[in-house]
């Protein structure tokens, strides 16, 4: 598609349940971004792909946040036993070259996450 | 880490100029960046800044200061339409140079 698409653009769970959050970047780029927006607040970063590693994995909250990514496009970030606190909405954003080189990110709409 | 500070909200009048504010303390700056977001949005790219000096683009101007650790956005003209929040953005060693977002400004543009 012509930019970060992501998947589902709403989600409410049940406290406890496991959600799975998808992200499909723009064709060919390279880095790709998770952070996290809650109310009143910035970007929290999560974790940042370059291919299909993960060089920084440092904002990830706890052990229950995990993400993955294959084929250096689809990532996937998933949240297991979710809490109340984990609500926000998650946004991906993909970007044609690493960090620190004068490269914009491009943002996807972003996942709203609601846990009752 | 990196600290990075703006204002939380602003108003201002259609027509009008507006100066947003950025304050940063950061290892190793690279680069800020200055993003756009409207509720419910995509956050989407404003403009660059690496070097000390402002950077024109249309209606809109990013200043940088290294020495000072201070951005702005200026937006002149103001249209209803810019009625959102905007982002400041700081790549550093000190982080990876992966992007550090401060909490936004919240710009409401009235009549």
């Known amino acids: 598609g012509a930019g970060v698409s992501q998947s589902p653009s709403n989600k409410v769970t049940e406290k406890g349940k496991d959600v799975e959050l998808r992200c499909d970047p723009i064709?060919?780029?390279?880095?790709l971004y998770w952070y996290r927006q809650s109310l009143g607040q910035g970007l929290e970063f999560l974790i940042y792909?370059?291919?299909?590693?993960?060089?920084?994995k440092s904002g990830l909250p706890s052990d229950r946040f995990s993400a993955e990514r294959t084929g250096g496009s689809v990532s996937t970030l998933t949240i297991q036993r979710t809490q109340q606190e984990d609500s926000a909405v998650y946004l991906c954003?993909?970007?044609?070259?690493?960090?620190?080189?004068?490269?914009?990110?491009?943002f996807g709409q972003g996942t709203r996450l609601t846990v009752v | 880490g990196q600290n990075i500070d703006q204002p939380t909200e602003m108003t201002a009048t259609e027509g009008a100029i507006v100066q947003i504010n950025c304050t940063y303390q950061?290892?190793?700056?690279?680069?800020l960046f200055w993003y756009q977001q409207h509720a419910g949005e995509a956050p989407t790219f404003l403009s660059y800044?690496?070097?000390?000096g402002l950077e024109e683009k249309g209606r809109f101007s990013s200043f940088l200061s290294r020495s000072k650790g201070y951005s702005y956005l200026l937006l002149k003209e103001l249209q209803m339409k810019d009625s959102a929040s905007y982002l400041c953005?700081?790549?550093?060693?000190?982080?990876?140079?992966?992007?550090?977002f401060g909490r936004g400004t919240s710009l409401i543009v009235h009549p």
């Open positions: 954003a993909s970007s044609p070259r690493p960090p620190g080189l004068n490269t914009e990110a491009f």
């Open positions: 064709s060919g780029h390279t880095a």
């Open positions: 792909f370059q291919g299909n590693s993960a060089p920084d």
């Open positions: 950061t290892s190793g700056f690279n680069g």
């Open positions: 800044n690496v070097l000390d």
């Open positions: 953005a700081v790549t550093a060693s000190g982080g990876s140079y992966i992007p550090t």
